[in-house]
């Protein structure tokens, strides 16, 4: 195992310690020991930059299960590196926050502190994993651990329901990726990421492309929470504010950006990727900001600015894909370069925001703009920090979300210049709405900050008396708004190290013949630019539309928009009936009547079995080998088949007792006739024993009552025990007709040659059983062992009278 797997594995392996911290260590918070632990994750993964830069990448390989193609390989190169960077280091000032926002006095840290540690565990699974089912496994844990986060104070209803959301889209997101990755599997015969990247064109060949690619996508937009599966995402801020900084600004919500981003190779190039990635994310840009100028909570605000600069990300990914079309020209990989530049100051921009807030409502007692106004003058550390996070959110110059805006809206104008996928005609849009969604943005970011800092100060509506936050609240913030700033002046200081070698591992296809993607990033075009007009117009109109906002808002009424997202009554409607429908078929489902739960699994069974030949068509009945039959076989048959129809028509429990074990002793005249001699006398034992067993244990249950049910319904039982027997008599014969065409070799002669040698023991079926089924026959007797002890349960609380069983 190599140290790369341990730095994944050491956060799990610490969240195990965090609890006895807690309670060992008290006096101390339990937060300075767990910041250890990101900020030498984050050291370690800074010093492969030298290495990754000069264009290697960093393999290590596990074994884990390989008759499956499942390791637990990693592969570190530019992409993974760049989220392993945001994850530990965001993760380090993260917990450094959290020491002060969180104190020891109320608050389970341990329990803050183990989610918190499980969830960069497996955020560091999930992009620095080189197999699409390890990654998948990581991926899921992320949710399962971000559900306890954002549910971390699980006394508030709030809170709870936001888990629950949050749980609920993700995770089935996750599946519908699942079923994605097994599709590529189909297709490539591999789960290794690199392997399949590299056989691009057999899955772009493919029926199975666009159902993989789609499904894929479903995971990667609720993951990203993208439009209409943003709306866990605002629920979501009912986290505490670290978390709401960690997930929302720097990682969870990242992880479909890097999933499209991670198979961009595989999928790129297609007009069907190119719009509906470009398509969803504009119109999630669009979607976020004019929502986020309505809400009046600065978290509401900052979780509505996600949605859209995840959308703003997503759309870049998008347009970049082209350049796989027109063979990685740099005009199209620009766009590419574009999103993961803006990932990065998304990221430093965005968590020092969600900060500030924390801090407003840890200082104030309320994150409500309305009751907000005129902190400048009592906190003017957080209002600078503000400044300059919102000013870059909305492009203002000269912070690095300026930058990146303009990048981004360039990218668009070059988009309408891009001759295939039908841009002709619907080409014109991508710029149009990024412009109008830079609009939102700009309006949101003046919200953010003037309703907060300036204005009147209303202390009546403050639940405590407003002040600067203590300086360990203070000093992440500052280090993000000062990488705002340095990215802002000097933008080209991570292109070589960091961004270079992330687009190269996007577009690793473009390696050949090309030495490295030179990046570099301009700060100034000339008056001349055209994203630079478009910037100038965004704040005049951004600026008169704020001056103006009482005036206008209440467009949002009119459009039934003022309280809740539109797409939340359709979530809690389905997730109604969902509980409704469920109950129903419970319901129906559990009778209490095994005699019902038999039913269920034969129609199932009958069901699926007679598919699957049919679909492959199986059916196939040859009777030209069939041995003859003699006739006391006939007569034995004759005997089972009369004895079995009897059985359900005998009232008195003894009587059916016995005619039960007589077809069982009928049974064992087979393994006499057709000399299996230890099997019948198997039988012959286990009926004997079964049948004395019944008979005692009947003997104190009370007499069987004649049911009275219609006849259809017995009807109904009798086509479905002749359906369940004609199958299996039509597979047995369909077996031994395609035995016959194409003659497999017996199975038995392998016991018979390995049984002595590998199982020590001359009797091949004992040894089948204890030996090479031993694992089989562990867990039959593990379920029987459970079965027996749920029997003395129920006849223990019988005798007690405690429980009505």
């Known amino acids: 195992m190599s140290a790369l797997h341990i730095a994944i594995i050491v956060p799990f392996l610490f969240a195990l310690i965090v609890p006895l911290l807690y309670n060992k260590i008290p006096k101390i918070h339990t937060g300075w020991f767990v910041l250890i632990l990101p900020t030498i994750l984050f050291a370690y993964l800074i010093s492969f930059i030298p290495t990754l830069s000069a264009g290697e ?116 997101g996750g599946f519908a990726m699942l079923a994605g990755f097994a599709l590529l599997y189909v297709m490539t015969g591999t789960f290794t990421i690199t392997e399949i990247i590299a056989q691009a064109d057999v899955v772009a060949a493919s029926n199975l492309f666009i159902p993989a690619m789609l499904l894929i996508l479903l995971g990667a937009f609720t993951k990203s929470a993208q439009f209409p599966f943003h709306i866990w995402l605002p629920d979501a801020m009912e986290a505490p504010t670290p978390v709401s900084a960690y997930l929302h600004s720097a990682t969870m919500v990242k992880m479909g950006i890097y999933l499209v981003a991670r198979l961009s190779p595989v999928f790129s190039g297609a007009p069907e990727w190119f719009w509906i990635v470009s398509g969803v994310g504009l119109l999630t840009l669009l979607w976020g900001s004019f929502n986020a100028v309505r809400q009046t909570d600065l978290k509401s605000i900052l979780a509505y600015s996600t949605i859209s600069q995840l959308g703003m990300l997503m759309s870049m990914l998008g347009v970049g894909s082209a350049a796989a079309y027109y063979g990685y020209e740099a005009g199209y990989t620009a766009a590419t370069v574009a999103a993961i530049f803006h990932l990065i100051n998304h990221s430093t921009f965005k968590g020092s925001l969600f900060m500030v807030a924390g801090i407003v409502d840890h200082e104030t007692g309320t994150r409500d703009i309305r009751k907000l106004g005129g902190l400048m003058t009592f906190m003017p550390i957080t209002f600078t920090l503000s400044i300059i996070g919102a000013f870059s959110m909305a492009g203002i110059y000269p912070f690095n979300g300026f930058l990146s805006k303009e990048m981004f809206l360039a990218t668009m104008l070059n988009a309408t210049e891009i001759a295939d996928f039908n841009m002709q005609t619907f080409g014109i849009l991508f710029p149009v709405i990024a412009w109008v969604a830079s609009v939102f943005t700009f309006i949101y970011c003046m919200v953010l900050v003037f309703k907060t800092f300036t204005g009147k100060y209303q202390p009546e509506k403050l639940e405590k008396k407003p002040h600067e936050a203590p300086i360990g609240m203070l000093i992440p913030p500052i280090i993000l708004a000062s990488l705002v700033v340095l990215f802002g002046l000097f933008p080209n200081i991570l292109s070589h190290s960091i961004i270079e070698p992330a687009v190269q591992a996007i577009y690793p296809a473009s390696l050949t013949g090309v030495e490295h993607f030179d990046i570099h990033i301009s700060a100034w075009h000339g008056i001349d630019y055209a994203p630079l007009h478009m910037t100038i117009g965004i704040i005049v109109v951004g600026l008169l539309l704020y001056l103006t906002l009482p005036k206008w808002q209440k467009i949002y009424q009119y459009l039934r928009l003022h309280q809740k997202d539109p797409v939340n009554y359709a979530y809690d409607y389905l997730l109604e009936k ?63 088949t009369a004895a079995v129809i009897v059985v359900p028509f005998i009232n008195n429990k003894v009587v059916a007792i016995i005619s039960v074990g007589f077809v069982g002793f009928l049974v064992s005249l087979f393994y006499v006739l057709f000399r299996a001699p230890d099997l019948a006398l198997t039988q012959l034992l286990v009926e004997t024993v079964t049948t004395a067993l019944f008979l005692l244990c009947f003997y104190h249950l009370p007499e069987l009552r004649k049911e009275k049910s219609k006849p259809t319904f017995k009807w109904v039982n009798v086509i479905i025990s002749v359906g369940v027997g004609a199958l299996v008599t039509v597979m047995a014969l369909s077996a031994l007709s395609f035995g016959n065409k194409k003659p497999f070799e017996s199975i038995s002669q392998y016991y018979i040659d390995n049984a002595h040698d590998l199982g020590g023991g001359d009797n091949i079926v004992n040894v089948i059983l204890v030996d090479f089924r031993g694992l089989d026959t562990m867990l039959e007797i593990l379920v029987l062992g459970i079965a027996a002890l749920g029997v003395v349960t129920l006849i223990k609380l019988r005798m007690s009278g405690k429980e009505d069983v």
């Open 57 to 172: 990448v960093v393999v290590r390989k596990l074994t884990w299960v390989p008759s499956l193609g499942i390791n637990f390989d990693i592969r570190l190169d530019g992409l993974s590196l760049l989220f392993g960077l945001l994850i530990t280091g965001i993760g380090a000032l993260v917990v450094l926050y959290s020491i002060f926002y969180l104190t020891k006095k109320g608050e389970a840290l341990h329990n803050f502190y183990f989610y918190l540690l499980m969830f960069m565990g497996a955020m560091l699974g999930v992009v620095l994993s080189g197999n699409l089912m390890v990654m998948y496994v990581f991926w899921e844990l992320t949710s399962l651990s971000s559900s306890l986060l954002i549910g971390y104070w699980h006394h508030r209803e709030k809170s709870r329901y936001g888990a629950q959301k949050s749980m609920l889209i993700t995770v089935t």
């Open 578 to 640: 969902l509980v409704v429908v469920a109950a129903k078929i419970t319901n129906i489902q559990i009778t209490g009547l095994l005699r019902d739960y038999f039913v269920y699994m034969y129609v199932f069974l009958l069901g699926l079995t007679f598919y699957t030949m049919y679909r492959f068509n199986a059916f196939a009945i040859d009777t030209i080998n069939v041995a003859p039959i003699p006739l006391y076989v006939w007569f034995v048959v004759a005997v089972v």
